[in-house]
């Protein structure tokens, strides 16, 4: 996930591409306008990829609040009481 500093949000939730905007309230993050790619996933397990990838967009709608339970370590948890994980990684 790459968040940017004029609000814009991308990345790769394993098969698609993602893109959108964000903005920060408080303790939160508020994504707008997420879109993602809808190329299938290969190979055998291509529909329960498919079906975590979805689950991690609609994560990323509305406000999801913010951790940050170490420097390189970022926790989103969605409206929906889901939970994403990031670690930093270097730049492609």
């Known amino acids: 996930m790459r968040l940017d500093a004029n609000g814009q949000v991308s990345g790769s939730g394993g098969c698609n591409g ?18 993602i ?31 940050t339970p170490a420097l390189d370590h970022l926790l989103l948890t969605g409206e929906d009481g889901r939970t994403l994980s990031f670690e930093r990684g270097l730049a492609p």
Do not use: P
Request: net charge positive.
């Open 37 to 67: 790619t809808t190329a299938s996933c290969a190979g055998r397990d291509g529909e329960t990829r498919m079906q975590v990838e979805r689950r991690f967009v609609n994560t990323l709608t509305g406000a999801v609040r913010i951790d």
């Open 18 to 35: 993602y893109s959108g905007a964000y903005r920060r309230d408080g303790a939160a993050l508020v994504f707008t306008d997420v879109i």
